[in-house]
T-cell receptor, first 113, second 115 residues
Framework: DAKTTQPPSMDCAEGRAANLPCNHS???????VYWYRQIHSQGPQYIIH???NNETNEMASLIITEDRKSSTLILPHATLRDTAVYYC??????????????FGKGTKLSVIP | DAGVTQSPTHLIKTRGQQVTLRCSPK?????VSWYQQALGQGPQFIFQ???????QRGNFPDRFSGHQFPNYSSELNVNALLLGDSALYLC??????????????FGPGTRLTVL
């Protein structure tokens, strides 16, 4: 799977949008971009994923650049409960049920009151 | 609907001992993956079990072994514990689906401390 690069930490004011960038310049055509987050002392939680179109769900929006070399996770109205480590992962969806997730160090997002 | 559960929550062992960690997958899931997360690092894939067999394995020594039972629950065994095995051990469950929406759901983890 392609490697990703994320800033080690970011701050965001409560109520403002949090924009978390991810660089995946070596992504290949059959690799999807996934975002997970890990709140302190909990297991990682799936947020959203996409291939090349922008995606939105009840938690967040995912914006993928046209060349697919980078993406941004957007939390539209950050709350204190969004303080967590956010992981950007790219993985091949092969059509088989078997896959592993390759985590980097992620971005530690701190939402400030 | 219960999510992924793991036991115990915390565990303290000494070097050279053996440990067994347990995982019950989310209802309806048939695939279990195990990850090790050292302090300050992202989770690292250990192995995955499906149909009671190890299907994929990460870069971990043979001291790490596992088992999956007919009810899809799983155990992770670590022999000859080293100080470096101290970590949060995460279990993730999923469905064996050739599907774009096939997600892994993680449990809260077991914190292992080796003294």
């Amino acid at each position: 799977d392609a490697k990703t690069t994320q800033p080690p930490s970011m701050d965001c004011a409560e109520g403002r949008a949090a924009n978390l960038p991810c660089n995946h310049s070596t992504i290949s055509g059959n690799e999807y971009v996934y975002w997970y987050r890990q709140i302190h002392s909990q297991g990682p939680q799936y947020i959203i994923h996409g291939l090349k179109n922008n995606e939105t769900n009840e938690m967040a929006s995912l914006i993928i650049t046209e060349d697919r070399k980078s993406s941004t996770l957007i939390l539209p109205h950050a709350t204190l409960r969004d303080t967590a480590v956010y992981y950007c992962i790219v993985r091949v969806v092969t059509g088989a049920g078997s896959y592993q997730l390759t985590f980097g160090k992620g971005t530690k997002l701190s939402v400030i009151p | 609907d219960a999510g992924v559960t793991q036991s115990p929550t915390h565990l303290i062992k000494t070097r050279g001992q053996q440990v067994t960690l347990r995982c019950s997958p989310k209802s309806g899931h048939d695939t279990v993956s195990w990850y090790q997360q050292a302090l300050g690092q992202g989770p690292q894939f250990i192995f995955q079990y499906y149909e009671e067999e190890e299907r994929q394995r990460g870069n971990f020594p043979d001291r790490f072994s596992g088992h999956q039972f007919p009810n899809y629950s799983s155990e992770l065994n670590v022999n000859a514990l080293l100080l470096g095995d101290s970590a949060l051990y995460l279990c993730a469950s999923s469905l064996d689906l050739a599907d774009y929406y096939n997600e892994q759901f993680f449990g809260p983890g077991t914190r292992l401390t080796v003294l």
